[in-house]
């Protein structure tokens, strides 16, 4: 028996060491270095995935880190009409809107001979001296450089670039700590640290340079597992929970059905802040959401209960600002209405112990004193009777007490200042 128990320890623990160790994609396992940043980086489609493969250690072209660059700075290709300043740009590239789009905006400069060099890798010194041109103007102090062994071997033209993206702290000095590799090519892992780490520096890039609106990151909401999306883009200016994802709507005041018509509003508030996953205030507590009800069906016989739908206009943030807020209950497919056969059983059970009783009654005025009998006959007599009451008298009007809550689903991405 212990050396079964030993096996199936061993076995436990090969199973667990092989679930830590499992590939986020193909070739990125989850303890890879960059795991954190890769993961990012193809969430926001910064850079994208071969099939189910990342390829870290392949080397990125200046292309390829110019169109991972816009991406992360909150740009979408776009025709442009501006002529093609480069001979070595061809119109059928796929990248072609990328490079023209980077050369109007001053990103990624070409070539004194006209040319953008397309398909050149890219070094590591390279991806700092861009870097830092598009960050705000200070000078990097490059006392910051000593800490770094090889800090020699970065080349004259970009040690103050360099200085500045420590500074800054956008940089990548795997896998020795004290070295940064300057000279080395830049693979697609130290791409995505480079560009995750920028994209949590947004604040630091030149305006002119940056979308009107970038998309930092993608988060994630766990309010139930019930939702069909959980994801939330934070922007530069907002919040966006996409539509399909699940929140709490907690009744305001007492609500009752009977009191209520077409067209009045009903408020339900967030009892408590909601966050991302990942630790982002998205709905504060306190927030109001007015919804108009937009149908009444009053409680009928045969235990038709009373039915009240809602529509959902707005949310009010604490702060007084009002956006536009699209959802519906899915409680009861979207019917503010008591559960059916709640009446139904309570008058059931409400029956048997009258029937119970009356049974034990009877025994005991008759006489007999068969007490058993009676609550044997006394009870489905009643249970029967308390059931078929329960069936075909009108059904039961719907209360909700402030405090009690509703599940509601977005049906449209719900949109919240920063």
Known sequence: MKKILAMFAVFFMMCAFNAANAAVYSDVPANYWANKEITAVVNDGVLPLKGNAFLPTKDVTRSDFNSALLKTLGHKTASLSEKNPFSDVVSSRADYGDILLSSKLGLIYGYNDGTFKPDRIMTKAEAAS?????????????????QFKDKNAIPAWATRQYAKTIDLGVYVNY??????????????????????????QIGAVKEQYVS????????????????????????????IVEAKNIIKGYFYTYF????????????????NDIYTE?????????????????????????????????????????????????????NNNGVLTENRW???????????????????GVAGFTGHHHYGNGVAIGTPVGAGLGLLTGLTTPGRTYKANDGDFVWLELTQDLSIPN
């Open 342 to 360: 709640a009446k139904p059983v309570g008058y059931t059970v409400a029956g048997a112990a009258v029937g119970a009783g009356a049974g034990v």
């Open 130 to 146: 861009v870097i830092s041109h598009i960050t705000k103007d200070f000078k990097g102090n490059t006392k910051s450089l000593n």
């Open 175 to 200: 896998p020795d700590a004290d070295e940064l590799l300057p000279n080395k090519n830049l693979n697609r892992a130290e791409a995505a640290v480079l560009l995750y780490k920028l994209k949590q």
């Open 212 to 239: 009107k609106e970038t998309v930092l990151r993608t988060e994630h909401l766990d309010v139930t597992k019930k939702a069909e999306v959980d994801t939330v883009k934070i922007t530069s200016t907002r919040k």
């Open 256 to 271: 009752t059905s009977k009191d209520v018509q077409v067209g009045d509003t009903v408020t339900f508030t967030a009892k």
């Open 278 to 330: 990942e630790g982002t205030l998205v709905i504060p507590a306190k927030t109001t959401m007015k919804a108009k009800v937009a149908s009444v069906e009053p409680k009928k016989w045969w235990n038709k209960n009373d039915k009240v739908t809602v529509e959902f206009e707005s949310m009010t943030l604490p702060c007084g600002v009002c956006v536009p807020f699209k959802a519906e209950v899915i």
